[in-house]
């Protein structure tokens, strides 16, 4: 019966309880005080601090366990900022890592707002990559031609892997749940395949060492166009995953077919009474946020911070998850989904300098997932508080 | 063609291919059953992944300290449920995204895992092996399933346990009521959050178990990448299963077998494509879901949170 799964799965907080991030902590009207405006303030007021003390306690706790390793806290953590935001040129680096993570968390939005549960970005990404360089290593011609064509062949690749998902769960009734994730290791096995293979991904002998398993590098001009703004060099792709998250919101929150999309998130049998084909809809949200996933691949590739501009094993290097992620994390609100990519890819940048000051780098994997952690918590206190006000005034009603 | 089939007669014919499959079959065993319990109760539990790693890391550093399996073995079993912890309290008490958690927590434990491992660096080594008089010495099978560690002979009782406490017990009939119907047996009195917690405990033990004997039995010396993603391929053993233990187990075999022969073939000196091969399992996998899409029924609220008054 109900293998589709409604968007109150996945975002209770963000379709039921809407007032978390509408009223931005801050914008506390001192000089609209309504009747009601004290108590919102205060509630504001609340929400900033309960935020504050969970990412406080993450910091604080990885901070411990540094200290307890013997390490120096704090010069881990100004090592993470030196490598991500402080040091020269470290914000082009850091913002070359977050389009790929934004883009894929943007599939993932509209994915999720249409109550599926797409969790294989990772491997979409990584069909999308593939794809993407077969066709930027093949195709010749005039370099902005191919920059375009091969970043339509990822965004063709992540949407066909998706597409596996889509239709065994219209047609077959499998949950796409399931699949997404199994397709996963296939993609990443069947792309290891066409590494291993010269009639499809692997580069000719001459150009690589023995048993080496890459791709051909892309041509110095069918790559993504470096900008450099104040001594920060990184691809344009970075404006264009910006200009993409503006229109994913855009068309989710002001267009008829971003409605029936999130109506149906919402919940599917009202949906359908009303007129929108869960099938049409469903397919064509799976599709997209695979074809985001694959853009991201295609990105990846072309915009050179991630494998030098080459297919390796292991390519999506969890961009994929971590796109997943920033859009659950973000609870699925465009700004916040923003903000959140570009403090994953701080900590991903910043990880890069910790060696420095002698402590091992994936301390950073361990910030950013007590990060993850102390953000989970205080939206979901408020809303089961929330709940239990309602369920209160119900019961006492009655 | 010819070649494969005559190559996989080779391996059905070599002692080493049964022990090597069989390894992977029991490590992915013991994972898979505890994942299969937490399904039951609609929990699709991601973080078995940290489970695992989290289990062989604390094992190899219990043996450190102390040289001595079991203490491991207990080392390993209460990391694996401090993982579950993090994952039922997060997803069936705050009812935060239960994806979001299962795949913080397998980035955090394996931040963690590695950074501690760069420090505490711990020392192990391979367990003994014991063999069972007569069993082991049946032909092929014998040194594969009973000349074995003693964290091996760990699955043999652990398997009827959860068989019994799924399907024997009245805690097991409510675990699965909440995974079919959370609605109606919140109504009908019982803790649907509760029950689910307490499945992903349950995971959180046996993966604990399956990381110990993971470290001590199969590798003999922890690493980052032990793990390597293989819980994934636990809990895809359980959608292979079609939800069933017995599916389950067969899963866990085949997929143990399909791991081991990348490593086999080569060594018997065909030349197959691992990777392929390695993808079989999960092509069968989707295939099959998608021909017994009629017979084969999930859970019914599997990945679905409970919050009471929502539906």
């Known amino acids: 019966m109900s293998t589709g799964f409604e968007s109150a799965d996945i975002d209770h907080g963000a379709a039921s309880s809407p007032d978390l991030f509408e009223h931005p902590p801050g914008t506390g009207a001192a000089g609209r005080l309504g009747p009601h405006g004290l108590a919102r303030l205060v509630s504001a007021a609340e929400v900033v601090g309960l935020y504050a003390v969970c990412i406080l306690a993450a910091l604080g706790l990885s901070a411990l366990i540094i200290e307890l390793t013997g390490g120096d806290a704090m010069a881990v953590f100004n090592a993470l900022l030196d490598g991500s935001i402080r040091g020269p040129g470290r914000i082009g680096e850091t913002l070359g890592v977050a389009a790929p993570i934004l883009i894929v968390a943007l599939g993932a939005i509209i994915s999720n707002r249409a109550g599926l549960v797409n969790i294989g970005q990772e491997g979409q990404l990584f069909i999308g990559a593939a794809f993407a360089t077969y066709v930027g290593t093949r195709m010749g011609g005039p370099g902005p031609l191919v920059i375009l064509a091969l970043l339509v062949a990822s965004v063709i690749g992540g949407a066909l892997w998706a597409g596996i998902a889509a239709a065994l769960k219209y047609r077959r009734n499998v949950p796409e749940v399931l699949t997404t994730l199994l397709l996963v290791t296939v993609a990443a096995q069947l792309s290891g395949f066409g590494l291993k293979n010269q009639w499809l991904l692997l580069a000719p002998p001459e150009g690589r060492a023995n048993r080496q398993q890459i791709s051909a590098q892309l041509d110095a001009d069918t790559r993504i166009p470096i900008v450099d703004v104040f001594g920060n060099e990184f691809p344009i792709s970075v404006f264009f995953a910006l200009a993409a998250a503006l229109l994913v919101g855009f068309v989710l929150a002001r267009t008829v077919w971003g409605f029936r999309l999130r109506a149906l998130g919402h919940n599917q049998r009202t949906a359908q009474r009303a007129g929108v084909a869960a099938a049409r809809y469903g397919s064509a949200a799976l599709l997209i946020g695979g074809g985001f996933a694959g853009l991201a691949g295609g990105v990846m590739l072309a915009g050179g911070d991630f494998g030098n501009y080459t297919l390796v094993p292991g390519f999506p290097a969890e961009i994929g998850w971590t796109g997943l992620l920033v859009a659950l994390v973000g609870r699925q609100r465009i700004s916040a989904t923003i903000l959140v990519a570009f403090v994953f890819a701080c900590l991903r940048t910043g990880s890069g300098f910790v060696a420095a000051t002698g402590v091992e780098r994936r301390i950073a994997d361990v910030v950013q997932g007590l990060l993850v952690l102390a953000l989970l918590i205080p939206p979901a206190l408020l809303f089961l508080r929330q709940r239990r006000r309602a369920m209160a005034a119900l019961e006492g009603r009655t | ?311």
């Open chain 2, 1 to 311: 063609m010819g070649s494969f089939l005559s190559s996989i007669g080779d391996v059905l014919t070599s002692e080493a291919a049964y022990i090597n499959a069989f390894t992977f079959a029991v490590f992915l065993a013991f994972g898979a059953t505890g994942e299969w319990v937490a399904e039951r109760s609609g929990t699709l539990n991601i973080s078995v992944e940290a489970m695992y790693l989290a289990g062989a890391f604390a094992a190899a550093v219990g043996y450190d300290s102390s040289q001595s399996e079991l203490v491991a073995l207990g080392f390993g079993v209460v990391a694996g449920l401090l993982v579950a912890l993090v994952q039922a309290q997060m997803s069936h008490r705050l009812v935060a995204n239960q994806f979001v958690v299962g795949l913080t927590l397998n980035i955090l434990v394996l931040g963690l895992a590695s950074f501690l491992a760069s420090e505490l660096d711990p020392v192990t080594e391979k367990s003994d092996t014991i063999p069972i008089p007569l069993l082991s010495e049946l032909p092929l099978i014998g040194a594969a399933l009973f000349d074995r560690s003693w964290l091996f002979y760990l699955i043999y009782p652990l398997v009827p346990l959860c068989w019994w406490l799924v399907y024997r017990t009245r805690w097991g009939l409510e675990l699965r009521a909440v995974g079919e119907n959370p609605q109606s047996s919140d109504v009908s009195g019982i803790d649907v959050n509760k029950r689910r917690r307490q499945g992903i405990y349950i995971s959180g033990i046996t993966c604990g178990m399956g990381g110990t004997f993971l470290v001590l039995a199969a590798v003999g010396q922890f690493e980052d990448s032990i793990v390597g993603g293989r819980g994934f391929i636990a809990l895809i053993a359980v959608i292979f299963g079609g939800w069933t233990l017995r599916g389950t187990l067969a899963g866990c075999l085949l997929f143990g077998a399909v791991l081991s022969f990348r490593l086999s073939l080569p060594a018997l000196g065909y030349d197959v494509n691992g990777d392929l091969l390695a993808s079989l399992p999960f092509v069968v996998t989707i295939i099959a879901m998608s021909v017994f899409a009629k017979r084969v029924r999930p859970p019914q609220a599997l990945a679905q949170p409970f919050i009471r008054g929502l539906k």
